[in-house]
């Protein structure tokens, strides 16, 4: 990596942290917007993942000028974060153009792709359009019947990655179903970590986006892959639900999608989540405050057995509002021998924001540095 692109990627970094508190700021501050939205781009996929119901092969791109109002439709319900996803996001030909307009609006642009049609290029146009995070999804070590999307097939995108990539990467593996090998998913991980990149894991679902229990070796070794996490404060150490699902466990939980979390398929309709389209399936273009009120305080039958991470870590802020000492107790223990770092942050916080005496202030100190209203 030359200095010049090492120089970027700090600069990028700082200032999308910065962004990110903002977004964690605003919503704790009201809670009448959503945090994270999904937009399908295409439904079509260059790839034919057997446990995948997210693709077909056929479907060409929703318009460019219909993306850009959804963006903007998005942008004025107040959402914090957007990703473009699919099928493969990055078959669709003005894709930079939407992630600039994401940027323009003032949201943070993410970006969930399979990886196969990255390039030196492709990179440096996600830079220049202010792609803030791109995730990519590796399944196993060598292809198989069953994912083509694999280490020994992606390294070298990997590698183009960490040379070149000014935005944060992050590389999740797959445990569970038809996925056999619980070590390709841990060498997955490692490859990410030492590429300079953050590592998570999922946990395959049924056609519902409900549970499938890992055995106790895949058990082990989601707990290795969650343990490589280098910062205390990393999204992946944010994984009770986790704990529960793979012993097959139900988690009591409130799930707010719909409302905190949008799902937005390439009919422009709002859904629940990929997993749950259907619900309540209002076009996006009508969505109004009244939607969002109504699903924030939905309980969604699906929640208990639920595996889908984007939904569960969205739903972290509403209970670090409503109950934080409960919720700043459960990072602590979720961080393992970086208890003691996230300790003292916790005691920090308590200390600024939970005591009635100096609350009012620092809180509204923390408004104005982040220009939250």
Same mark, same amino acid.
């Given at each position: 990596?030359? @200095?010049?692109?090492?120089?970027?990627?700090?600069?990028?970094?700082?200032?999308?942290?910065? !962004?990110?508190?903002?977004?964690?700021?605003?919503?704790?501050?009201?809670?009448?917007?959503?945090?994270?939205?999904?937009?399908?781009?295409?439904?079509?996929?260059?790839?034919?993942?057997?446990?995948?119901?997210?693709?077909?092969?056929h479907?060409?791109?929703?318009p460019?000028?219909?993306?850009? !109002?959804?963006v903007?439709a998005?942008?004025?319900?107040?959402?914090?974060?957007?990703?473009?996803?699919?099928?493969?996001?990055?078959?669709?030909?003005?894709?930079?153009?939407?992630?600039?307009?994401i940027?323009?609006?003032?949201?943070?642009?993410?970006?969930?792709?399979?990886?196969?049609?990255?390039?030196?290029?492709?990179?440096?146009?996600?830079?220049?359009?202010g792609l803030?995070?791109?995730?990519?999804s590796?399944?196993?070590?060598?292809?198989?019947?069953?994912?083509?999307?694999?280490?020994?097939?992606?390294?070298?995108?990997?590698?183009?990655l960490? @040379?070149?990539?000014?935005?944060?990467?992050?590389?999740?593996?797959?445990?569970?179903g038809?996925?056999?090998?619980?070590?390709?998913?841990?060498?997955?991980?490692?490859?990410?970590?030492?590429?300079?990149f953050?590592?998570?894991?999922?946990?395959?679902?049924?056609?519902?986006?409900?549970?499938?229990?890992?055995?106790?070796?895949?058990?082990?070794?989601?707990?290795?892959?969650?343990?490589?996490?280098?910062?205390?404060?990393s999204?992946?150490?944010?994984?009770?639900?986790?704990?529960? %699902?793979? !012993?097959?466990?139900?988690?009591?939980?409130?799930?707010?999608?719909?409302?905190?979390?949008?799902?937005?398929c390439?009919?422009?309709l709002?859904?629940?989540?990929?997993?749950?389209?259907?619900?309540?399936?209002?076009?996006?273009?009508?969505?109004?405050?009244?939607?969002?009120?109504?699903?924030?305080?939905?309980?969604k !039958?699906?929640?208990?057995?639920?595996?889908?991470?984007?939904?569960?870590?969205?739903?972290?802020?509403?209970?670090?509002?409503?109950?934080?000492?409960?919720?700043?107790?459960?990072?602590?223990?979720?961080?393992?021998?970086?208890?003691?770092?996230?300790?003292y942050t916790?005691?920090? %916080?308590?200390?600024?924001?939970m005591?009635s005496?100096?609350?009012?202030?620092?809180?509204?100190?923390?408004l @104005?540095?982040?220009?939250?209203?």
């Open positions: 990596m030359s @200095r010049v692109t090492m120089l970027q990627r700090r600069l990028h970094s700082a200032h999308r942290l910065w !962004r990110q508190a903002r977004v964690v700021a605003r919503s704790l501050h009201a809670v009448r917007h959503p945090v994270l939205a999904q937009i399908v781009v295409t439904r079509r996929c260059n790839l034919s993942c057997a446990y995948c119901n997210e693709f077909d092969s479907s060409v791109p929703v460019t000028d219909e993306l850009i !109002r959804r903007d998005l942008a004025a319900l107040g959402t914090g974060m957007v990703d473009l996803s699919g099928g493969e996001p990055l078959l669709h030909p003005a894709v930079d153009a939407i992630i600039a307009r940027r323009t609006d003032d949201m943070l642009a993410g970006l969930l792709t399979n990886g196969y049609l990255l390039s030196r290029e492709r990179i440096d146009a996600l830079n220049r359009a803030d995070h791109l995730q990519i590796i399944d196993n070590a060598r292809p198989d019947a069953v994912s083509k999307k694999s280490l020994s097939v992606l390294d070298a995108k990997l590698q183009l960490a @040379r070149h990539a000014t935005f944060a990467v992050n590389i999740n593996s797959v445990l569970g038809a996925l056999q090998d619980p070590q390709a998913a841990l060498l997955v991980a490692k490859r990410a970590v030492e590429l300079g953050s590592a998570t894991v999922g946990l395959i679902h049924d056609a519902h986006g409900a549970l499938i229990p890992l055995t106790p070796v895949q058990r082990a070794a989601c707990d290795e892959i969650i343990r490589l996490a280098r910062s205390p404060y999204v992946s150490r944010q994984n009770r639900f986790q704990e529960n %699902l793979a !012993r097959g466990l139900p988690n009591a939980w409130h799930c707010r999608a719909g409302s905190r979390y949008l799902y937005v390439e009919d422009g709002v859904h629940w989540c990929s997993q749950q389209r259907g619900y309540p399936a209002i076009p996006l273009s009508a969505y109004s405050a009244t939607d969002l009120d109504r699903e924030f305080h939905t309980e !039958r699906c929640a208990p057995y639920c595996t889908v991470s984007c939904v569960h870590r969205v739903a972290l802020v509403d209970q670090l509002r409503e109950r934080p000492v409960e919720t700043m107790s459960g990072v602590v223990s979720s961080t393992g021998d970086s208890a003691a770092a996230v300790r916790v005691r920090l %916080l308590r200390w600024m924001f005591d005496r100096r609350r009012a202030f620092f809180r509204h100190a923390a @104005r540095l982040l220009r939250v209203r």
